[in-house]
């Protein structure tokens, strides 16, 4: 047993120094402390959270169903993290080949690697639950019971997500689920883990009392647990017994599916050197083409700078959702008159232009390898036109997507669409040029974690801080044409926007094109 | 093939790291560019190359001056750097179509010299891999085989041998002896002085950003019974 806790303790510390080393802020004392105060941070909202759901069940008369709710949330919650969590620690690592070579059983091996993701897990769970139980406990007249009760459930609830999701990775790898497909995995679970975040905070604050009520306890009967826990933490002791019968079974399948896990990860290990197909055939693409894929690729396939670039895309949908459940885009608001409806469009599909400063980070993003087109006959000028290509096709898409669910959700009247379309893309091209006049005065090329070229860099703030400069434009059209339509007034501020482009155009194609020549591979 | 005509580089407008540099090399020769640990050799590969310009002076690549028409520069050589640091997310076979792409070689060229060199350097197997994936060594030969694929005029490699085995080290030495046999030429920097007396035609010493001789091996050495190593720590013993 001596041995298991070891090699649980060196699985810790190799957790939590990858995360630490991912933050981007070192792998001193002073990264130490900032990632502290980060999970601290976190914790807020979430207890907040907690807080919330116990005050809105207190409201509806049924605070018992405050534990039910949390529990299920919890369950959800959980699963949602474990999933690529098991994915990460024994599909993409590579210490199973010198693990192996240890004189420690399969099982520990496997144990060690879960042990870290329900001690992830417990974290997250007394988090959530600790506030919830203690109110209840207050409540009830029992804070003593309320807080040990609450601890006890948040130690033992991970076991039933921890066995699901790894009942879900075995499952997944069974259908092909795994290799190459690390990107994939964590980008469709942070997004989910997201919307789930999103989607209870807005169920909490839309759903009727009723239909909160009947939600809650049709969902609890799904799930057994649930009626356990809200009974134990009444005063019924003898819920202690299935929930430890539970926890016991749940530990037993975790063995078994740890052993499972760690074979498939030894054979994933021993088939991923073994050589893949590839094709020596391929036609020609220009070079514009192929430093704008190159561009695009140093994005795409970086997970750091995939999440960062669609979190950050997604935020003008979450907004638009949260407007109609919010109630905000109701049929009556939606009547209140066509410049309203402009504005929120126009407002949500400039929103990747304004928050997506991909141009800002476009020489950044390359690191070191920037001085492998430097030293390609293509001229300066193209390989900054590629950065700027890269960043319109980025955010013109997901205003094109944007305008599509605006056309879907809003009356919106043709000049509203063509003006506040030109002003979108305008507004988009400008930016994707200015922010790269940004990039080549500090392009920061010497980083060693993708978080830091993105995350901790001074560029991206500057930018976004110079935003709100930007209101000067309609600002300056409404003064020019005083009575002009909303439409007018789009189009004009777009034309604008279009000139302004064109003389930072001239001012990269001549200026910054030798400064950027002057930046060392 | 190779002009440098007066080229000097300074930082902070004060420290020079290149000063008045000039050398010509010929097509046909290997050339190999020695000193010691920043005298300026990797600043003048930097210059070459053009990834980075000079304070002063003219770079004339195949006749072609790389500051007025750097693309045109830049289509007679290709190059390897000290270390492999390449964008590595992609595939083995996605860099070199990259490389292609860029060099304009034909599909069907493309696939007899992707076949020819990778297969030569033992990482054909490994093209459908992740960059991510390869040793230090594997990603310098993916390098290697990138800057032969266009079979530019001239290849400029910073000490190409770090890393490489012996045989792939090999295989290196006699393609750079084959390039130059059929009118190429290979200018490289490197710091196994022995390799350099062995392959070299002719040999330029920089120290302390300056030219400080540039021959042939035999001549630099003065028909005196010293190694290269020792007539090189002789010359450069200052820095």
Same mark, same amino acid.
């Given at each position: 047993?001596?041995?298991?806790?070891?090699?649980?303790?060196?699985?810790?510390?190799?957790?939590?120094?990858?995360? *630490?080393? @991912?933050?981007?802020?070192?792998? @001193?004392?002073?990264?130490?402390? $900032?990632?502290?105060?980060?999970?601290?941070?976190?914790?807020?909202?979430?207890?907040?959270?907690?807080? %919330?759901?116990?005050?809105?069940?207190?409201?509806?008369?049924?605070?018992?169903?405050?534990?039910?709710?949390?529990?299920?949330?919890?369950?959800?919650?959980?699963?949602?993290?474990? &999933?690529?969590?098991?994915?990460?620690?024994?599909?993409?690592?590579?210490?199973? /080949?010198?693990?192996?070579?240890?004189? =420690?059983?399969? !099982?520990?091996?496997?144990?060690?690697?879960?042990?870290?993701? +329900?001690?992830?897990?417990?974290?997250?769970?007394?988090?959530?639950?600790?506030?919830?139980?203690?109110?209840?406990?207050?409540?009830?007249?029992?804070?003593?019971?309320?807080?040990?009760? @609450?601890? $006890?459930?948040?130690?033992?609830?991970?076991?039933?997500?921890?066995?699901?999701?790894?009942?879900?990775?075995?499952?997944?790898? #069974?259908? %092909?689920?795994? @290799?190459r497909r690390k990107n994939l995995i964590s980008t469709f679970f942070g997004?989910?883990?997201?919307?789930?975040?999103?989607?209870?905070?807005?169920f909490l604050t839309s759903e009727s009392g009723v239909g909160l009520i009947a939600l809650t306890e049709g969902w609890s009967r799904y799930y057994p647990p649930t009626a356990w826990m809200v009974r134990l933490i009444s005063g019924s002791r003898a819920n202690i017994i299935p929930l430890m019968g539970l926890t016991v079974g749940c530990y037993w399948g975790l063995q078994t599916g740890a052993g499972r896990l760690y074979r498939i990860a030894l054979h994933q290990a021993e088939t991923n050197s073994a050589p893949r197909s590839f094709s020596l055939f391929e036609q020609p693409k220009s070079k514009y083409r192929q430093l704008l894929r190159r561009n695009l690729l140093i994005i795409g396939k970086q997970p750091v700078f995939l999440m960062n670039t669609l979190l950050t895309l997604v935020v003008p949908g979450l907004i638009l959702l949260a407007g109609f459940l919010a109630g905000d885009f109701t049929p009556e608001n939606l009547a209140e008159g066509q410049n309203q409806l402009t504005l929120v469009w126009v407002g949500l599909a400039s929103a990747p232009a304004l928050l997506v400063n991909l141009?800002?980070?476009?020489?950044?993003?390359?690191?070191?390898?920037? +001085?492998?087109?430097?030293?390609?006959?293509?001229?300066?000028?193209?390989?900054?036109? !590629?950065?700027?290509?890269?960043? &319109? #096709?980025?955010? #013109?898409?997901?205003?094109?997507?944007?305008?599509?669910?605006?056309l879907l959700c809003f009356p919106l009247t043709i000049s509203s669409v063509i003006s506040g379309l030109f002003f979108v893309v305008m507004l988009t091209v400008f930016l994707a040029h200015s922010d790269l006049v940004l990039n080549i005065y500090r392009p920061f090329l010497n980083w060693s974690h993708p978080a830091a070229a993105i995350k901790n860099n001074l560029n991206v703030i500057l930018s976004l801080a110079s935003r709100p400069l930007l209101t000067v434009i309609p600002v300056l059209t409404v003064f020019c044409l005083p009575g002009a339509s909303l439409s007018a007034i789009l189009f004009y501020s777009g034309l604008l926007l279009f000139l302004l482009t064109l003389l930072v155009r001239k001012f990269l194609q001549t200026v910054m094109v030798e400064k950027f020549d002057q930046i060392g591979g | 093939m190779l002009v440098l005509n007066k080229v000097t580089k300074t930082y902070d407008g004060e420290k020079k790291a290149v000063n008045q540099l000039s050398l010509e090399v010929a097509p046909g020769e290997i050339f190999g560019f020695i000193g010691p640990n920043g005298a300026g050799k990797t600043t003048t =590969?930097?210059?070459?190359?053009?990834?980075?310009?000079?304070?002063?002076?003219?770079? $004339?690549?195949?006749?072609?001056?790389?500051?007025?028409?750097?693309?045109?520069?830049?289509?007679n050589f290709t190059y390897v750097p000290d270390h492999p640091e390449i964008f590595s997310a992609i595939r083995g076979i996605d860099y070199l179509h990259f490389l292609a792409d860029m060099y304009d070689?034909?599909? *069907?060229?493309?696939?007899?010299?992707?076949? /020819?060199?990778?297969?030569?350097?033992?990482?054909?197997?490994?093209?459908?891999?992740? =960059?991510?994936?390869?040793?230090?060594?594997?990603?310098?030969?993916?390098?290697?085989?990138?800057?032969?694929?266009?079979?530019?005029?001239?290849?400029?490699?910073?000490?190409?041998?770090?890393?490489?085995?012996?045989?792939?080290?090999?295989?290196?030495?006699?393609?750079?002896?084959?390039?130059?046999?059929?009118?190429?030429?290979?200018?490289?920097? !490197?710091?196994?002085?022995?390799?350099?007396? *062995?392959?070299c035609d002719r040999i330029a010493v920089?120290?302390?950003?300056? $030219?400080?001789?540039?021959?042939?091996?035999?001549?630099i050495k003065n028909g005196s019974n010293h190694s290269l190593e020792e007539i090189f720590l002789e010359l450069t013993k200052d820095a």
């Open positions: 047993m001596r041995k298991f806790f070891v090699l649980v303790k060196f699985e810790l510390m190799d957790f939590f120094s990858k995360y *630490q080393s @991912g933050s981007g802020w070192g792998t @001193g004392r002073r990264g130490k402390g $900032l990632v502290i105060l980060t999970l601290l941070l976190l914790m807020i909202p979430f207890t907040q959270m907690s807080i %919330g759901v116990y005050h809105r069940f207190y409201g509806l008369g049924r605070p018992e169903l405050a534990v039910a709710f949390m529990i299920l949330l919890t369950f959800l919650l959980t699963t949602l993290t474990a &999933i690529p969590l098991i994915y990460s620690l024994f599909l993409y690592r590579n210490d199973f /080949q010198y693990l192996s070579a240890l004189p =420690i059983p399969e !099982s520990y091996l496997g144990m060690a690697k879960l042990s870290i993701v +329900w001690l992830y897990l417990a974290g997250i769970n007394l988090v959530l639950w600790l506030p919830v139980s203690i109110l209840t406990g207050l409540d009830l007249g029992w804070i003593d019971r309320g807080l040990i009760t @609450g601890f $006890l459930i948040g130690i033992l609830t991970p076991f039933p997500p921890l066995i699901f999701s790894t009942l879900a990775v075995l499952a997944l790898t #069974l259908v %092909g689920v795994k @290799g997004f989910a883990l997201l919307g789930l975040v999103l989607g209870t905070q807005l141009s800002v980070t476009a020489i950044t993003r390359e690191g070191k390898a920037f +001085w492998e087109t430097k030293v390609l006959p293509v001229t300066t000028w193209d390989n900054l036109r !590629s950065r700027i290509g890269t960043t &319109i #096709l980025i955010n #013109l898409t997901a205003s094109m997507v944007m305008l599509i669910l605006a | =590969i930097k210059m070459i190359t053009g990834l980075l310009p000079p304070t002063a002076g003219q770079i $004339l690549i195949n006749g072609v001056d790389l500051a007025t028409s750097p693309v045109a520069a830049k289509r070689v034909s599909a *069907q060229t493309r696939r007899v010299r992707i076949e /020819q060199y990778t297969q030569l350097f033992g990482i054909y197997d490994f093209l459908g891999e992740i =960059i991510q994936s390869y040793s230090h060594g594997m990603k310098q030969k993916l390098v290697i085989c990138g800057a032969l694929l266009p079979e530019a005029p001239l290849f400029i490699l910073d000490e190409p041998l770090v890393g490489l085995d012996p045989l792939a080290a090999k295989h290196l030495k006699e393609i750079m002896g084959k390039r130059c046999a059929a009118g190429g030429t290979v200018f490289f920097s !490197s710091h196994l002085l022995t390799i350099v007396e *062995q392959i920089i120290n302390q950003g300056e $030219l400080i001789a540039c021959d042939r091996p035999e001549r």
